[in-house]
C-alpha cells in the first residue's frame, strides 16, 4: 500500500522562531507561518480567509530557523503533518496537528543592517564562508 503525507506552504512567519533543546540535546525550533486566501463570496463581495501553521524543525534545520527565519518574513515550508494530543488540564483531551519541516526557504530578501543584502535558504547547507559577513 502507498501512502504519502507531505505539505508545502508559502506565507509570512508570524512569530519570532523559538529554539529549545530536548533532554538529549536536539534544538528543535518552532513558529507559524500564515497563508491567505483571497476569493468571491456568492454575492460578488470579496473575503480573505487567513489559516495558521505551527512549523516544528529539528537539529541542524533548527538551528539555521532560528538563526535565519524572522517574523514577517516570506517562507517556503515543506514537510509533513503530524498531530500529537494531550491530556489538559481540565482533564480535556487536547489535539495540535503540526507542520514537521524538512527544508525551509526565505522567499524574499533579509532585511540589511550594513546596506547589502543576501538571502539565505535555511534549508540548504550553510558553512561559515557562505556567510555575507
Not at 525551509?104 to 547547507?125: F, I, K, Q, Y
Amino acid at each position: 500500500m502507498v501512502s504519502l503525507n507531505k505539505v508545502m506552504i508559502i506565507g509570512n512567519v508570524g512569530v519570532e522562531p523559538e529554539m529549545r533543546f530536548t533532554p538529549g540535546g536536539h534544538p528543535v525550533t518552532t513558529f507559524s507561518v500564515a497563508t491567505n486566501r483571497r476569493y468571491d463570496a456568492g454575492d460578488g463581495e470579496k473575503k480573505e480567509e487567513t489559516e495558521w501553521f505551527s512549523v516544528v524543525a529539528w537539529n541542524k534545520l533548527a538551528e539555521q530557523c532560528n538563526q535565519f527565519v524572522a517574523k514577517g518574513r516570506l517562507v517556503y515550508v515543506e514537510g509533513r503533518l503530524r498531530t500529537r494530543s494531550w491530556d489538559g488540564p481540565d482533564g480535556q483531551k487536547r489535539y495540535k496537528t503540526e507542520v514537521i519541516a524538512s527544508t525551509v526557504s526565505s522567499l524574499d530578501r533579509a532585511p540589511a543592517s550594513s546596506g547589502d543584502s543576501a538571502t539565505v535558504e535555511p534549508g540548504g547547507d550553510i558553512s561559515p564562508d557562505d556567510l555575507p559577513f
